[in-house]
């Protein structure tokens, strides 16, 4: 792998303890019936969406980057993709979260297209990889 791989490797790895952390403060939402998590089905689904979402993408991001090395990609363009595997379990989690960041919000604000940015991230990644590996092959 790539000195720039393993950086980018290192940075998403970086970032599961703060995903485990927030699997943590879910528990302690529903261990202690906190006002504004529990009794909120908005707020509760999208923060569980977010954390889900934080797990895979990051997952998916760390399996995608041993193939950004074997595509064949110039470099400006390999970091791209990089940076777009990066983006994408930060961005959609964020907008999952940042939605529906009072308790009493029952409707997601404006901050929920984070996570069609971040899905717009994951598709373009994963399609200039997916080409580009299939050009190698």
Not at 84 to 90: D, G, K, S
Not at 100 to 125: E, F, K, M, Q, Y
Request: charged share 10%; net charge positive.
């Amino acid at each position: 792998m790539s000195p720039a791989s393993l950086t980018t490797a290192g940075v998403l790895l970086v970032t599961v303890p703060t995903i485990a952390v927030g699997g943590g403060s879910l528990l302690t939402f529903l261990g202690r019936r906190t006002p504004g998590y529990l009794d909120n089905p908005v707020r509760r689904g999208l923060w569980r969406a977010g954390h889900a979402h934080a797990g895979v993408l990051v997952l998916f991001a760390l399996v995608a980057l041993g193939y950004v090395d074997q595509a064949g990609l110039a470099a400006g363009t390999a970091t791209l993709v990089r940076a777009l595997f990066v983006a994408a379990p930060i961005l959609m989690p964020l907008g999952f979260f940042l939605s529906v960041v009072r308790p009493g919000d029952t409707r997601p604000n404006r901050l929920i297209w984070l996570t069609a940015l971040g899905g717009l991230s994951l598709a373009a990644g994963t399609l200039i990889l997916g080409v580009a590996l299939i050009q190698v092959a």
